[in-house]
Structures are given as C-alpha cells and as structure tokens.
C-alpha cells in the first residue's frame, strides 16, 4: 500500500526537490511554452509524481485563471487549483484499464483544459492521445518508465510511435530523467580525512579518480555515512506499542539527481541519423546539458550526499563510460 499525505497547499518547489537553478530555469522556460508535450522519466519510486505535482503548482501560479486538468491513477496528491480526475474501472482488467484512459483523455479534451497532467504514457492509446493534445494548443505534462532523458523518445518510438512525429521540438518539448539519492545527516557524517583508511584500495582510487574534477567536486569535501547514526537521524520503528527496529541510521532524507533537457531539432535530427551517444555529446557541448552524474558531484562536493552510497543509484564513471572523442 502506498500512502500519500494530504500536502496540496505545501507542494515542494523544484529547489526543494533537489533540482539545480540551471534546470530550474529549463524547467520554468518549458511551463511557459502555450503548447508542447513534456516528459519526465525515470523508475518506479524515483520521485517522478511529486516532480510533476511541482510543476503542475509552477504552471498554476505562473498562469493565474489557466486551466489544469489531471488524469491518475491513483490521485497521488493534491494539487490546490487543478482539476484532479481519477481512473476508475476494474483494476485486474488490463483491457478496462487502457479503455478508461483513452476515455478520460478524450473526456478532458472535451472540458477545454490549457494544460493536462496525465500520471503516465503506459501504451500506445496514451501516448497518440496526449500528442493530440500537444498539437491542439496544450501544454501536456507526463512520465514514462525509461533509464534517460534521451532515451524518451526511442521508448516512444519503440511502442509504436512514428519517430517523424516524436522528434519535432515543437511538439516534445521538455525531456527530463530522475533518480532519488539519500542525503546525510549533517550531524554525524563522517569526513573524508577520517574515512579513507577504512576504504579499500580500489574504493579510494574510484573516488580520488572520480571526484576530483577541476572546481567541480574534491575529495576534501567528501562526506560519508555513519552506519550508527545518531539521536538527530535515528527513528525507532513502532509496530502494535513495540520497537521492532529503526531508521534512518545516518540518513535523512533523499534529494533528486536530474537531467533535463529542452531539445531542439538539431538534437532530434542528430538522434535520428546517429544515435543517442552522439546525440548526448551535442547536448552537453554546444547546449550546456548538465549530466546527471555533474548534478550528483555537486551534492558530493555540498556534504550532502555520500559518494559510495550514491554510486549505486547513479555510477560516478557514466558519463566516462557513456563518453565518445568523436560523433
């Protein structure tokens, strides 16, 4: 079961989340565009909802007497000023599932929204129904299940979508991928100095080889997690009037770690004819992208993330794995 706390008057901005003001800028830049598809992607318990919920609270407040129309399943939140629609029909019937999607999308085009939020592009129906919406003058808000921010559209093209139609920066206009990293506690983080004897020899040439980079991030900034914890971080669980274990043990929370991406046809025409590894080379040189991993060494280099804790989220090497001399 998956509880959802009734916070629609304190939806988190995109700073609070964890986003950077270079992609919040992007991220506001999209939200003022009259008409376009924006896609958030990422795996199941990666933040993706609450994401779209701020953004849903950015277009409200930045477009007062808009109207915002959603489509969940389930509603995961309230959000003060839209319209919230839930799907309603037989859960275990996959047939009755796509049906009631594809008559809620035309259901809310027929009620006039200038924005609709749909939870999530799950087949074929909702993905045609949804890029109709974006050709016919509205802002479409939603997310896919895919590993990257360019790997949107070959997931959109590979359930049946024509890759012509996709690739248009008029029409797909915000691409975003996101990943949930745990933060410190900043009461009993445990410095690098005071750390790095534990390490091994290949954990301490990974980081000293990863997080080094120029003004970017440096090993003297490093944090790591106490496994103990302390008396700020630690929360005894309850469960029927007994302890049974706790919480937190070093950890406070968790902050999003994103790349977002506003794409122009030179982008989409470079991942039509040559693929996504030249396609990111072109985003991150000639259109200042910011990689995921950029995004991570920058709360690595802040204290507030541990590095090995991280790794397993989003790997320190990627862009260098990912990374080609010439495209």
Not at 80 to 96: N, R, Y
Not at 178 to 205: F, G, H, M, N, Y
Not at 223 to 238: A, E, K, L, M, T
Request: with cysteine; aromatic share 4%; net charge negative.
């Amino acid at each position: 079961m998956r509880l959802i706390p009734d916070d629609g008057d304190k939806v988190p901005t995109f700073k609070q989340l964890g986003f950077i003001p270079e992609q919040i800028r992007l991220l506001n830049v999209m939200l003022r565009r009259p008409e376009g598809k924006i896609v958030l992607s990422g795996p199941t318990g990666s933040g993706k909802s609450t994401t779209l919920r701020s953004a849903c609270r950015v277009y409200l407040d930045d477009n007062q007497g808009r109207h915002l129309l959603t489509i969940e399943d389930p509603l995961e939140g309230q959000i003060l000023g839209a319209t919230q629609t839930p799907i309603i029909c037989d859960k275990s019937d996959e047939e009755a599932v796509k049906l009631a999607w594809s008559r809620a999308i035309s259901s809310a085009m027929r009620l006039d929204p200038d924005a609709i939020m749909e939870g999530e592009m799950r087949d074929l129906v909702s993905m045609m129904s949804t890029t109709y919406a974006a050709q016919t003058g509205h802002i479409v808000l939603t997310t896919l299940h895919t590993n990257s921010a360019l790997g949107i559209p070959e997931r959109m093209i590979t359930m049946g979508m024509n890759a012509d139609l996709i690739c248009d920066a008029q029409l797909l206009i915000g691409m975003i991928s996101q990943r949930l990293v745990p933060t410190l506690c900043p009461s009993c983080r445990i410095p690098w100095e005071k750390r790095v004897p534990e390490l091994s020899e290949d954990d301490r040439a990974y980081l000293e080889r990863h997080c080094n980079k120029d003004s970017l991030c440096s090993t003297d900034n490093i944090w790591f997690r106490n496994p103990h914890g302390c008396s700020d971080c630690n929360h005894d669980v309850i469960i029927n009037g007994r302890k049974r274990g706790e919480i937190g043990k070093g950890l406070t929370g968790r902050t999003v770690i994103a790349e977002v991406i506003e794409p122009d046809n030179r982008l989409f025409q470079i991942l039509k004819t040559r693929g996504k590894v030249a396609a990111r080379k072109y985003w991150l040189e000639n259109m200042h992208g910011i990689s995921r991993v950029e995004h991570l060494l920058r709360r690595i280099n802040e204290g507030l993330v541990d590095p090995l804790e991280a790794d397993r989220i989003i790997p320190l090497d990627e862009d260098e794995r990912l990374s080609i001399d010439d495209a």
